[in-house]
């Protein structure tokens, strides 16, 4: 199972920040937090991710508590084709352990 | 940018029959990894292979199912009598940290 729990959905405005939030209390040590997104039932498309300091690329930023417990994925910038179901995904760096995924948050951005 | 390519896009076949689905990893990747996704359902892990091998399996990915390397490039799940229920899309993916999918073969069985 998931040891991650996500809002089953949420709106955001094109244009404005889209805040993703992801709770993971029982993350270890080891464990990354990872945030994919799947558009459609396109494959699933890695966005970005931590183990405890905050990380920016050009598609979003990574905000993790000082603790570990929870996060937040931002897009700044929300556009129509964000729209997607956003996987928060917390995984060992070593190893190829498989990613476990949950039911994720829908996103829709609306014009 | 290097992707991970997967053919056919779309499988019909009738149950009982074999199907194998191709993927063509990032051509530096080491690790390799099959998921499916039923309709409306999550994403779920069966099968990592890396050095000639396979790493670990869910139990989804019983007798029927099977995985090979054949040659430096391509990467095959080949499912051996196709039921019903094998109905999914199948996503490949490659690379360790992180992974990277390709958009699926749509598995239909009739």
């Known amino acids: 199972d998931a040891k991650t729990t996500q809002p089953p959905s949420m709106d955001c405005a094109e244009g404005r920040a889209a805040n993703l939030p992801c709770n993971h209390s029982t993350i270890s040590g080891n464990e990354y937090v990872y945030w994919y997104r799947q558009i459609h039932s396109q494959g699933p498309q890695y966005i970005i991710h931590g183990l405890k300091n905050n990380e920016t690329n050009e598609m979003a930023s990574l905000i993790i508590t000082e603790d570990r417990k929870s996060s937040t994925l931002i897009l700044p910038h929300a556009t129509l084709r964000d729209t997607a179901v956003y996987y928060c995904?917390?995984?060992?760096?070593?190893?190829?352990?498989?990613?476990?995924f949950g039911k994720g948050t829908r996103l829709s951005v609306i014009a | 940018e290097p992707e991970v390519t997967q053919t056919p896009s779309h499988q019909v076949t009738q149950m009982g029959q074999e199907v194998i689905l191709r993927c063509v990893p990032i051509?530096?990747?080491?690790?390799f990894y099959w998921y499916r996704q039923i309709l409306g359902q999550k994403v779920e892990f069966l099968v990592s292979?890396?050095?000639?091998?396979?790493?670990?399996k869910s139990e989804i990915f019983d007798d029927q199912f099977s995985v090979e390397r054949p040659d430096g490039s391509n990467f095959t799940l080949k499912i051996r009598s196709t039921k019903l229920e094998d109905s999914a899309m199948y996503f490949c993916a490659s690379g360790r940290q992180p992974q990277h999918f390709g958009d699926g073969t749509r598995l239909s069985i009739l």
């Open positions: 051509s530096n990747h080491l690790y």
């Open positions: 995904i917390v995984r060992p760096y070593s190893g190829n352990t498989p990613l476990v």
């Open positions: 292979f890396y050095n000639n091998e396979i790493s670990e």
